[in-house]
């Protein structure tokens, strides 16, 4: 039993949970696509919790996870139509990988917003370069 918790602990370690609120669906495809092709293993990065509805541009809530053990090469062809915000939580290492991958295609700025020992919060500004 403590050997089944010890991998659950290290697999939570390995996640990181995305939420992009107010996002239009075409900024949320190209933040997910980067993840995506960041981190090609990765369970939930579709097409978020958007929500029902047909207006492509309305803006919605998104969400995902991230499992940081598996990288990849960036291609993406998709950009930012303007500025979205991201706020990652996980493990200080898992959400620091993902920051960095951001970072490798977009401008980021964080905002630490919640620390501790075993999971971190913080908040992304993301643009296009």
Same mark, same amino acid.
């Given at each position: 039993?403590?050997?089944? @918790? #010890?991998? @659950?602990?290290? *697999?939570?370690?390995?996640?990181? *949970?995305?939420?992009?609120?107010?996002?239009?669906?075409? $900024?949320?495809?190209?933040? &997910?696509?980067?993840?995506?092709?960041? &981190?090609?293993?990765?369970?939930?990065?579709? $097409?978020?919790?958007?929500?029902?509805?047909?207006?492509? *541009? @309305?803006?919605?809530?998104?969400?995902? #996870?991230?499992?940081?053990? #598996?990288?990849g090469e960036v291609e993406c062809t998709l950009e930012l139509g303007e500025p979205v915000e991201a706020d990652l939580s996980g493990g200080p290492d898992a959400v620091r990988q993902v920051q960095e991958a951001l970072a490798g295609f977009y401008d980021v700025t964080a905002e630490p917003r919640i620390s501790g020992d075993q999971e971190v919060e913080v908040r992304l500004k993301l643009a296009q370069r």
């Open positions: 039993m403590s050997t089944e @918790q #010890t991998g @659950q602990t290290k *697999e939570g370690a390995c996640l990181v *949970e995305i939420e992009l609120p107010h996002c239009t669906a075409s $900024n949320a495809a190209a933040v &997910f696509a980067v993840l995506r092709s960041a &981190f090609p293993e990765s369970p939930e990065l579709g $097409n978020g919790g958007g929500g029902a509805g047909t207006d492509g *541009e @309305q803006r919605k809530f998104w969400v995902g #996870t991230v499992d940081v053990r #598996t990288h």
